[in-house]
């Protein structure tokens, strides 16, 4: 995925759904996140890991990292969306979930109608390392609903990488086909 080139440095980056406006994906997402239906995070999830049985990709990821919400946006939806694909990778491939070791530090808005410079302007600090966490070299595979900028899995991965020869993998749900 070029979305992040010259941006941040990613091992890879994929996801398993192209999400576009009026598609079957952006209704089975708009559920996932505004419906309550966290079940479809693990659904998909799963689905995913049966085709990535079929690659190297993870073969070398020591922790996944599922980019956080903040607390108040996770008690007032009551989850977060990407915990159910971490926990299905997980269960898949017998990799590790970190919960404690990236945090949203600040509430900010939805971002779901911003374009990239607006996306962009905000603070990296919106993310960071909790500082009683272990912080030893690893390579993460960090996880999203969707991908459209990448603001957001940027952000995450440079306070990541900010660990001494770490390293990052990205997957996704899905891929916005919009460009910015």
Do not use: W
């Amino acid at each position: 995925m070029g979305k992040f080139y010259g941006r941040v440095k990613i091992e890879m980056a994929c996801s398993f759904l192209y999400y576009k406006k009026g598609t079957a994906t952006q209704n089975i997402l708009h559920n996932l996140k505004y419906n309550n239906h966290p079940e479809i995070s693990y659904f998909l999830g799963n689905l995913y890991a049966q085709q990535l049985k079929e690659t190297t990709i993870l073969d070398t990821v020591d922790e996944i990292i599922a980019v956080p919400l903040h607390k108040s946006k996770q008690r007032k939806r009551g989850y977060n969306q990407v915990e159910g694909f971490a926990k299905a990778l997980a269960d898949n491939f017998h990799i590790p979930i970190n919960e404690k070791l990236l945090i949203k530090s600040k509430r900010g808005k939805s971002q779901a109608k911003k374009g990239l410079f607006d996306r962009l302007k905000t603070k990296e600090a919106e993310f960071v390392l909790c500082p009683k966490a272990d912080k030893q070299a690893k390579h993460f595979l960090l996880l999203d609903d969707i991908l459209t900028t990448g603001s957001t899995l940027e952000k995450c991965a440079k306070q990541l990488l900010n660990i001494p020869h770490s390293k990052v993998t990205i997957l996704c749900l899905a891929m916005s086909t919009k460009s910015f």
